[in-house]
């Protein structure tokens, strides 16, 4: 598996090994050890799926008392995924890193617990997958703006598909003001 490094502190962009021929391929998704040497050694009790259509935005979300680390892929489809720093104590506050995951490269992005993170679908269709090291608590999710001018993440959508609570995030300024 290569391990890619980013310039936020433990974001992680992983190609694990695929094994393919004329029939198809074999991917070996998550193995603890060989994970844990590449420095991811929480323990993941959730996994999630999601799947959605084409210009769909989902994001940018995180969790404010119990955060998740997340391992996301796409096992169908392909999306833009991001991880923004949202630590107002690093050096890296404010700052962002994006990917394409897709089910031809089988790339892999580790967001540790606390980064905001979010998605939009580049394909017609994506599955996007989840381990995670927290359960999902639905009244602890914090959200930042998607398109917060501070943040200036390139999304490659004009005018995604939001849900009404993306609609209403705050920017990051406003969340750490507390005007939110």
Sequence with gaps: MKVIETPLSGVLILEPRVFGDSRGFFIESFQVDRYRDAGIDLAFVQDNQSRSTKGVLRGLHFQRTAPQGKLVRVSRGAVWDV???IDPQSPTYGQHV?????DENHRQMWVPPGYAHGFCVL???ADFEYKC???YR?????????????????????????????????????????DN
Excluded at 98 to 102: D, F, K
């Design 83 to 85: 991880a923004v720093d």
């Design 98 to 102: 994006g990917v394409e995951l897709n």
């Design 123 to 125: 394909s017609e269709v």
């Design 133 to 135: 090291t927290d359960y």
């Design 138 to 178: 639905p009244e602890d999710e914090g959200a930042v703006l998607w398109n917060d001018p501070d943040l200036n993440i390139p999304w490659p959508v004009e005018n995604p598909r939001l849900s009404e609570k993306d609609l209403n995030n705050p920017t990051l300024r406003q969340l750490v003001k507390g």
